[in-house]
């Protein structure tokens, strides 16, 4: 298949490139660069740079181009940045995406996998969380991944758009080629490497007083690989399934505590912990249901722990120390 992916350069959409390059597709990769690294994006995919708010170039890259069909990743997504710039979520995660969909419908393209996220749940009242959960989203972020969502089954019933959306939570790990790597960064294990190499005195623990096993938030991580895996699954059956949104989730998460003793055991390094008080709006805990997407998909986590988790990432992180820099 001939598939444009949206969001190539970033962390998940790098390695969902290689995983359809490896499959045999052709690959045009398009990302903005804002926060994706151009050396992320595989050597073989035909690389576009451009936003999907300039709604002309983008019709214009689909010109010709006889797409089979989309892989939807790119997206704003730091969540803390939505709390207090919501306008600049809305607009790149729905303008942009309606943008997208309407230069799909100019150019006839009718398959779309949508690279979501279980943030538009919220705080769920029972875990683990289902598809069919209530959608309370806490934030701008949700909201606006949410309201795309919504947005997809309109364009099915007035263009024929097949598509599935594919939610998960905490993306982790890496591949040989491509791993996570942003500034400022964000996330608890590659803030932990941070430590780690030296690069930041300490690390924050927020919240140690939880109603969990160790007192610490407990949060699902699915291996990048397995993210990716899904969207291959999602895209080679989406004539059959079209329609449908998907958890991915291992079924049981991590505590922060746990991940951090992973990190020490891994590396071999000491990283200083710091405990602090909770941040307002963090649930306990956030683990979604992956049985519908194994039942239907026949997805499978491969790289379900996290200890190998944890391995492949700072495997990845020790070969590139300055990330994509080097």
């Not at 300039?54 to 797409?67: N, T």
Request: proline share 5%.
């Amino acid at each position: 298949m001939k598939i444009l992916v949206t969001g190539a350069a970033g962390y998940v959409g790098s390695v969902v490139t290689e995983h359809l390059i490896n499959q045999g597709h052709a690959v045009t990769a398009l990302d903005s660069l804002k926060h994706g690294h151009r050396a992320a994006v595989h050597p073989k995919a035909v690389f576009v740079q451009g936003d999907l708010l300039d709604e002309a170039w983008l019709r214009s890259v689909f010109a010709g181009a006889s797409f089979d069909a989309v892989v939807h990743l790119a997206a704003e997504a730091l969540i803390d940045k939505s709390i207090w710039d919501p306008g600049l979520f809305f607009r790149a995660n729905v303008v942009g995406g309606l943008n997208l969909l309407d230069a799909m419908a100019a150019a006839k393209v009718t398959r779309l996998v949508f690279s979501s996220t279980a943030a538009v749940y919220g705080a769920p009242a029972t875990l683990p969380i289902t598809e069919d959960s209530p959608c309370v989203p806490v934030n701008s972020y949700g909201e606006s991944k949410l309201a795309f969502e919504r947005v997809l089954e309109w364009y099915r019933v007035a263009h024929g758009l097949r598509y599935v959306s594919l939610r998960y939570f905490n993306a982790a790990g890496a591949t040989e080629l491509y791993g996570e790597y942003h500034v400022p960064e964000t996330h608890l294990i590659p803030i932990l490497f941070e430590a780690a190499l030296g690069e930041r005195p300490e690390v924050n623990l927020y919240g140690t007083d939880y109603d969990t096993p160790d007192g610490t938030c407990v949060r699902d991580y699915i291996h990048v690989s397995d993210i990716a895996h899904a969207h291959v699954l999602a895209l080679t059956q989406i004539d059959r399934v079209g329609g449908r949104a998907y958890n991915m989730g291992n079924g049981a998460g991590y505590s922060n505590r746990k991940v951090i003793d992973t990190v020490r055991e891994i590396t071999g390094r000491p990283v200083k912990v710091v405990p602090a008080a909770r941040r307002p709006g963090d649930p306990p805990q956030l683990v979604a249901s992956g049985d519908r997407i194994r039942q239907e998909l026949g997805w499978q986590p491969a790289f379900p722990q996290i200890h190998t988790i944890v391995e492949s990432a700072w495997k990845w992180r020790l070969r590139h120390r300055k990330g994509y820099a080097a």
